[in-house]
């Protein structure tokens, strides 16, 4: 059975254009379990979720105190936020000309985009990349010589328990399918010891004491 299948069970994945919203919770483990450094530092910090979506992500980021904060979204998902295309090395630039380098880029992107999330994403950050994504990005050989073997990871944030995903609505119960991490590059660390990737594990009941009512409202 394929993911679209799987989804599918739940939810109209055709008519959502693959948008699967982050839970709330999931954004603020980043911050409390996963990147103390990107916690301390967020008060008056730019930061830019180019997957935008409905703005889940965009509401912890304004309780972080970041200022600015810029959404975009390669569809309208009825939250009006630009549209823009960040597998578009153009278009990244683009808007990192007008805009400036945030100090921060996070975002949960579509999988299969992947690789040029890291790569566009690494090069138009000024200090942080942090994505939210399945497991299995850790693996491929593509990924290793394009990514890892230069630029590794600096943390990497494992749910202990699977967060659960619905397509084209945040939901407090939902089928766990995939085991999902966060991702993070710290431009301050890298390159001092391609070794030193710091594995945090964010404890199961992360969703219960980070959730709150008017998540799912």
């Known amino acids: ?14 008519e959502t254009k ?48 970041h200022e600015p904060i810029f959404g975009t979204d390669l569809y309208n998902h009825g939250a009006g936020f630009p549209a823009l295309d960040f597998t578009s090395r153009k278009a990244v630039d683009d808007f990192v000309f007008v805009r400036g380098k945030p100090w921060a880029i996070i975002t949960n992107p579509p999988y299969k985009c992947m690789m040029d999330f890291i790569l566009n994403g690494l090069d138009a950050t000024d200090r942080f990349l942090a994505l939210l994504t399945r497991v ?49 590059w710290d431009k301050e660390r890298m390159g001092a010891n391609r070794d030193d990737t710091r594995t945090i594990w964010i404890p199961p009941n992360a969703q219960q004491t980070l959730e709150r009512k008017s998540d799912y409202e």
């Open 18 to 65: 693959d948008f699967i919203p982050t839970p709330p919770y999931a954004t603020r483990a980043l911050y409390r379990h996963v990147s103390p450094d990107l916690a301390e530092g967020a008060e008056g910090m730019s930061v830019w979720d180019p997957a935008a979506g409905e703005g889940h992500m965009l509401g912890v980021f304004k309780d972080q105190c």
């Open 136 to 184: 299995q990005v850790l693996e491929s050989q593509k990924r290793y010589t394009r990514v890892y073997e230069k630029a590794p990871p600096t943390t990497i944030g494992i749910f202990s328990d699977r967060i659960p995903f619905k397509t084209g609505v945040v939901v407090q119960k939902a089928p766990k399918m995939f085991t999902h991490i966060w991702v993070v």
């Open 1 to 14: 059975m394929s993911i679209r299948d799987m989804v599918s069970r739940n939810s109209d994945f055709n």
